[in-house]
């Protein structure tokens, strides 16, 4: 079965420094995501990315991150100047996006687990 | 804005027996897609089950199933014959469209008893 990777599983990163989560969303799929989740809270959507732009950012999403899909493959998340805040866990999403696919699923990656100190 | 609301922060049901977990949700829209997520302590995020709006049919996955009921805007998934694997957070989802994002609830943490 098809599945989206993410790594690393887990990183551990000081406060200011800059960190990049990576992902490898389903080779078809068209729609990539990030969503966070902060320890015992519910998951929010950061970000969406369409046709190697952002389609729709959440008020999280502020300057301080970035998305890219450089080379076509891996779809990243940087977090320039991180903070206690960013603390959380972090899924990659995709998506195949076609209305005539009866699957509409969005396909979850195991998530990185982003700890800020 | 969308919206979707689990009201129940925790429950519990007894192995083997029936349980419901609720979900509202408010919306504008007319076509959308449902969805309930658990979420094990491993944080994974897995798919249990979606609903298409358009369709009348309620959606079933084995043990799980779902009451839909458009008019009301209400999303409930009803576990049946609750095994230990089950225990874990569950999340109701909303998403106007195929590719658009996902809106979750603040999740039902479930406990299978023995």
């Known amino acids: 079965e098809p599945e989206v990777t993410q790594t690393p599983s887990h990183q551990v990163t000081q406060m200011g420094q800059e960190v990049i989560l990576r992902c490898v969303p389903i080779?078809?799929?068209?729609?990539f995501y990030w969503y966070r989740q902060i320890l015992g809270q519910k998951v929010e959507f950061l970000v969406s990315?369409?046709?190697?732009?952002?389609?729709?950012k959440s008020e999280i999403f502020d300057d301080q991150f970035s998305v890219e899909r450089p080379d076509g493959s891996n779809f990243t998340l940087k977090i320039r100047s991180t903070k206690l805040e960013d603390s959380a866990m972090y899924f990659c999403?995709?998506?195949?996006?076609?209305?005539?696919?009866?699957?509409?699923?969005?396909?979850f990656g195991q998530g990185t687990r982003l700890t800020v100190v | 804005a969308q919206t979707v609301t689990q009201s129940q922060p925790e429950m519990s049901v007894q192995e083997a027996e029936t349980v419901t977990l609720s979900c509202t949700y408010d919306t504008s829209e007319s076509d959308y897609y449902l969805f309930w997520y658990k979420q094990p302590p491993s944080r994974q995020m897995i798919l249990v089950i979606r609903q298409e709006a358009y369709k009348q049919q309620n959606a079933t996955e084995n043990r799980f199933s779902v009451n839909f009921q458009k008019a009301a805007k209400s999303f409930s998934l009803k576990i049946s014959d609750s095994q230990l694997g089950d225990a874990a957070m569950y999340f109701c989802?909303?998403?106007?469209?195929?590719?658009?994002?996902?809106?979750f609830g603040t999740g039902t943490r479930l406990q299978v008893t023995l």
């Open positions: 989802a909303y998403s106007p469209g195929t590719a658009s994002k996902l809106t």
């Open positions: 990315f369409y046709n190697n732009e952002i389609s729709e």
């Open positions: 999403v995709s998506r195949y996006g076609n209305v005539l696919l009866v699957n509409t699923e969005a396909f």
């Open positions: 080779s078809n799929h068209l729609y």
